[in-house]
T-cell receptor, first 114, second 116 residues
Framework: AQSVTQLDSQVPVFEEAPVELRCNYSSSVSVYLFWYVQYPNQGLQLLLKYLSGSTLVKGINGFEAEFNKSQTSFHLRKPSVHISDTAEYFCAVKSANSGYALNFGKGTSLLVTP | DTAVSQTPKYLVTQMGNDKSIKCEQNLGHDTMYWYKQDSKKFLKIMFSYNNKELIINETVPNRFSPKSPDKAHLNLHINSLELGDSAVYFC???????????????FGAGSRLTVL
């Protein structure tokens, strides 16, 4: 089975500062990796995904993530955050060979302040 | 047009009652899911249906019974509600397993259930 660890439950950051949200996974098989964002009182929205190919993946809203197989990580980054980026961010993993459901990490709450 | 719609958005009820949450998707997807998000925001898969057939049934009390009348609908019925059932329930859908879009889930806005 695959599992995901998000090392930081909360990340406070000032507006226009860079941010990195950490995600590590464990799996004995090839995986697909995802980042979803949940704005207050809303559903989850896909930010970006890694299925294959280039290990640097660009998503919406200026976010990007890098798949590092040797470190089993998929950290999310943004060079300059906005107030509107305040939300809950979820890393998720899915087996590339089988299985239907995503397994989510516990989420990281990003709080951007002026 | 809402891609994945859930009703009701909010549901407040007493312990012991039976309630249902409905989900519909207009994306033409073949696979639908129910996830539960607890008070600490942890998301856990409950069920998944592919073309009306149950394919994932995690360790969920049998008081929870999903029903899929067709591949565009996946409803969740809960019997004898307990305090611990209070959570936000998310419906999601994706394309058929094996297709390129199978790995991307589209989520509904969630249904917040409060059991008193």
């Amino acid at each position: 089975a695959q599992s995901v660890t998000q090392l930081d439950s909360q990340v406070p950051v000032f507006e226009e500062a860079p941010v990195e949200l950490r995600c590590n996974y464990s799996s004995s098989v090839s995986v697909y990796l995802f980042w979803y964002v949940q704005y207050p009182n809303q559903g989850l929205q896909l930010l970006l995904k890694y299925l294959s190919g280039s290990t640097l993946v660009k998503g919406i809203n200026g976010f990007e993530a890098e798949f590092n197989k040797s470190q089993t990580s998929f950290h999310l980054r943004k060079p300059s955050v906005h107030i509107s980026d305040t939300a809950e961010y979820f890393c998720a993993v899915k087996s590339a060979n089988s299985g239907y459901a995503l397994n989510f990490g516990k989420g990281t709450s990003l709080l951007v302040t002026p | 047009d809402t891609a994945v719609s859930q009703t009701p958005k909010y549901l407040v009820t007493q312990m012991g009652n039976d309630k249902s949450i409905k989900c519909e998707q207009n994306l033409g997807h073949d696979t639908m899911y129910w996830y539960k998000q607890d008070s600490k925001k942890f998301l856990k898969i409950m069920f998944s249906y592919n073309n009306k057939e149950l394919i994932i049934n995690e360790t969920v009390p049998n008081r929870f019974s999903p029903k899929s009348p067709d591949k565009a609908h996946l409803n969740l019925h809960i019997n004898s509600l307990e305090l611990g059932d209070s959570a936000v329930y998310f419906c999601a859908s994706s394309q058929e397993p094996g297709s390129t879009g199978a790995n991307v889930l589209t989520f509904g806005a969630g249904s917040r259930l409060t059991v008193l």
